[in-house]
């Protein structure tokens, strides 16, 4: 436990917590609308980002989420007119921001070495200041997330039922993707740009394993992936290792671990049904001592069977069949 009392490592655990918690959060509403890349693509968008701001002289991680919030919300405005599909705007993310932070990287004279620590993650390196930043973002991210919850979820789920009920669907669309946005931005520290899309959609698919119904399966999420994140951080301190690629390995060995256990939760709740085989007929019993006779209007519940009505009498079912009643 001596690495606990180093500050480095106080700061890269609160990071990884941070982080952790917030990415599959909103990779929750990602999941739901089947936008699992979208964190790939702004990932690629922060790069820009990253880039302009070393030609500018100003900080990376204002800047990239200022660029990573602009572009998200330009991406949604074109998916939702109809002029880009979302394929096409992951295509832009994925190339236009890659393309250009290297571009501009390379006119800020910084080359790929500079872009390393924010494409694969510097959890170690991470500064007071950065701290700050990241738990004030996580903090704004995991505040309206919660908050908006039901109206978020019922955004993604079903647009237009959302629409029917009055929900300002277009500003929510743009709210999901500008916090996925910021999310992004907040875990290159933490995991990198490149590898963000696995923290915010792994805790997920393993949480919809483990646990039924949508808030429990982001609360789950949201602690697998403080687990994966906080796990990878101090490992990597024992293993001389990249904390981020560490937090990936760690979030997707935990997803396989669920695999099996999802299978044993699924036969220990499935339900047992006695299937008859129809070929065979079905024996039905004589009613003994049944002076009463059914008819329309004779006060038993009338239940329709096949091509037939059953009188419901005593707990039973009674069918009238050639001058006497049947019970079954």
Known sequence: MEWFALEFMQRALLAALITGATAPAIGTFLVQRRLSLLGDGLGHLAVAGVGLAFLTGTAPLPMAVA???????????????????????????????????????????????????????????????????????????????????????????????????????????????????????????????????????????????????????????????????????????????????????IAIALFAISWPISLLLQRRHRPIVEVVDAAEPVEHELAELHPHEHSEGCGHAVVQHIDHVDYVHDGHRHALHEGHYDEH
Not at 69 to 85: D, P, Y
Not at 227 to 238: D, E, F, H, R
């Open 67 to 249: 660029i990573c919030v602009i572009g998200s919300i330009g991406i949604e405005l074109l998916r939702e007119s109809g002029r880009a599909s979302g394929d096409v705007g992951l295509a832009i993310l994925f190339y236009g921001g890659l393309s250009g932070g290297l571009l501009l990287a390379g006119l800020a004279g910084q080359g790929t070495g500079t872009l390393s620590a924010y494409l694969f993650g510097s959890l170690l390196t991470v500064s007071a200041a950065d701290l700050w930043v990241i738990g004030g973002l996580g903090a704004v991210v995991l505040a309206v997330t919660l908050g908006l919850l039901p109206q978020l979820f019922t955004v993604s789920a079903d647009e237009p039922f959302a629409r029917s009920i009055g929900l300002p669907v277009r500003l929510f669309n743009i709210l999901v993707v500008s916090l996925a946005a910021i999310t992004v931005t907040v875990s290159m520290r933490t995991v990198g740009l490149l590898l963000v899309s696995a923290l915010m959609v792994v805790p997920v698919a393993t949480a919809n394993h483990l646990v039924i119904g949508f808030r429990a399966g982001l609360l789950a999420a949201m602690g697998l992936g403080a687990v994966a994140a906080v796990g990878g951080a101090i490992s990597s301190y024992y293993l001389n290792t990249a904390p981020g690629s560490l937090i990936v390995v």
